[in-house]
């Protein structure tokens, strides 16, 4: 059964940087993406960044140049790297694995962006 044990998130003041990871355990295909999404209060979810098992990376508008997605594939583990946060950038973090054509969700992780 998959499971995801996610770390990271927390509060920061505008200009910081956090780093998110993600691990998928119980499977045993390695995920064709793995990436993350995010939604704001009253919003609906986004994607901010996911990354095949190839390595390609692809990037929101809002975030590029600012976040930097990578993956561990020997571990099942995803990673982002987010620099320059702004306020806008508040939200709940969910990781995401795209594991033989099924979508997975983690549970999310707060990333609170404020001064």
């Known amino acids: 059964q998959l499971q995801f044990v996610e770390s990271g998130g927390g509060l920061v003041q505008p200009g910081g940087s956090l780093r998110l990871s993600c691990a998928a355990t119980g499977i045993i295909y390695s995920p064709e993406i793995m990436g993350w999404y995010r939604q704001a209060p009253g919003k609906q979810r986004e994607l901010v960044a996911s990354?095949?098992?190839?390595?390609?990376?692809n990037y929101a508008d809002a975030v590029k140049g600012r976040f930097t997605i990578s993956r561990d594939n020997s571990k099942n583990t995803v990673y982002l790297q987010m620099n320059s946060l702004m306020p806008e950038d508040t939200a709940v973090y969910y990781c995401?694995?795209?594991?033989?054509?099924?979508?997975?969700w983690g549970q999310g992780t707060q990333v609170t962006v404020s001064s």
């Open positions: 990354i095949t098992s190839g390595g390609f990376p």
């Open positions: 995401h694995v795209k594991v033989v054509l099924v979508n997975f």
